[in-house]
């Protein structure tokens, strides 16, 4: 398998500080033990955040500026973003001042995508640290004949984690541009398989403090 994402550039609302740079499982941050991980099954890495923000630095891509995307620029907004590099880029950015819709996670998956047409790539949220081989194996078996493969379990769809296919990157922007952030209804415009796993555990969510000192707790890792 080739390229795994992980997002890292929420805004950990629930938390009260940045949950991706929280230290986990003998790693610098939680973000840090993701590429670890993940860097054991896919051949390259990368970090989906605002700024580079992480220390060692992880190699990033830089969410696109949400003030330049809109029906007529979507184009021009991609060519000047590039592609992105397998070493860390350097953003400075204080995200203080960043309007809600910068935070979208269709922003996120338009960022992402952009940059790897024709390819299926795994998007996983940081916060999310638990997810197997097994799983992202099971998912990856269906990532050459669906645009978007998916994980649930009996009680949740998780709509950002699963391969997404790179060609999806211009319905993300159309619909990001109108306003819509809901990854629902991205699946709605694409050929769509989501697979049900019955250990829930996997997925479990580091929203809050008392989520973080449970994982911890646990030894869930």
Known sequence: MKTCVILAGGKSSRMGRDKTLLPFGGFATLTHYGAHKFGRIFERVFVSSKFEKFNPPLPLIKDADAEEISRSNLTEASNKE??????????AQDTSNLSEPA???????????????????FIVP???PFVSEECVRELYKFSGEYDMVI????????????????????AAGELFAAGE????????????????????DEFFNINYQADYEQALKEGKI
């Open 181 to 200: 952030h809901k990854i629902g209804l991205l699946r709605d415009r694409c050929h769509c398989k989501i697979v049900k796993f019955a250990n829930a």
């Open 103 to 121: 935070f979208s996670p269709m922003l996120a998956l338009y960022s992402i995508l952009k940059n790897f047409p024709n390819e299926s790539v």
């Open 82 to 91: 590039g592609a992105p590099k397998n070493s860390a880029q350097i953003f």
């Open 151 to 170: 994980a649930a379990d009996e009680s949740h769809t998780h709509s950002l984690c699963g391969f997404f296919s790179g060609d999806l990157a211009d």
């Open 126 to 128: 940081a916060d999310m």
